[in-house]
């Protein structure tokens, strides 16, 4: 998706580091949700964004918005092997559309 | 609670043939939401339904693809001809009603179409 990019595409890190993943919108937000995808497998969610400078936590994962900047982080606490897989970001334009990112793969090494 | 469920998982057709993939969504949940995932990319929206009214179709090739939602539960999208191009995941959505739920969106498994 043009509209919501996502860095780095892909990260790779040693177990117990943490780590941050953006997500960038080219549009006004109304609202940004975080999911995680094991491949092979649907989507799951996370958490959803609502307010600018809200933050919520999921377990060890912390997303946060930054509604000025158009920006969502998503920040890894400590990682795990558990943590591996896709994360992809989501949102609802002002058109009523659901559009997500491509996704950052995460690879947690032992 | 039963999940979205998604049938077939995988499917393989020659092109030009027709395929069909059906969704049952979860109990309760009057959206349901059709998208088409390529290797590395983000889901993209496909179809909306709101019960069984398609609310957004615009992203849908209605030339080859079709879905019908008829008593505004289980769903069916239908691609006639499948081409080469159309090989990727159909992943199948379902959410309660409203902006809010469109936030929080439960996704079956997805459908693996190879077109030969």
């Known amino acids: 998706s043009q509209e919501l990019e996502q860095s780095p595409q892909s990260l790779i890190v040693q177990e117990g580091k943490n780590l941050t993943i953006n997500c960038t919108s080219s549009k006004t937000l109304y609202g940004l949700y975080w999911y995680k995808q094991k491949y092979g497998e649907g989507l799951i969610f996370l958490m959803m964004?609502?307010?600018?400078?809200e933050e919520k936590s999921h377990e060890k994962i912390t997303a946060k918005l930054d509604e000025k900047k158009q920006q969502s982080s998503l920040h890894i606490t400590a990682s795990q092997p558990s943590h591996a897989g896709i994360y992809l970001c989501g949102a609802v334009t002002n058109a009523g559309k659901s559009t997500f990112g491509d996704g950052t793969t995460l690879t947690v090494k032992p | 609670e039963a999940g979205v469920v998604q049938s077939p998982r995988y499917k393989i057709i020659e092109k030009k043939q027709p395929v069909a993939f059906w969704c049952n969504p979860i109990?309760?949940?009057?959206?349901l939401y059709w998208y088409l995932q390529n290797l590395g990319q983000g889901p993209e929206l496909l179809i909306r339904?709101?019960?069984?009214?398609?609310?957004?179709d615009s992203q849908l090739p209605k030339d080859r693809f079709s879905a019908e939602r008829l008593k505004g539960v289980d769903s069916t999208l239908k691609i006639q001809p499948a081409e080469l191009g159309d090989s990727a995941v159909y992943l199948c959505?379902?959410?309660?009603?409203?902006?809010?739920?469109?936030?929080?969106?439960?996704f079956g498994p997805g459908t693996r179409l190879t077109v030969l």
């Open positions: 109990s309760g949940h009057n959206t």
């Open positions: 964004l609502q307010k600018g400078g």
């Open positions: 959505a379902s959410s309660p009603s409203g902006l809010a739920g469109r936030g929080e969106q439960f």
């Open positions: 339904y709101e019960n069984e009214e398609a609310v957004d």
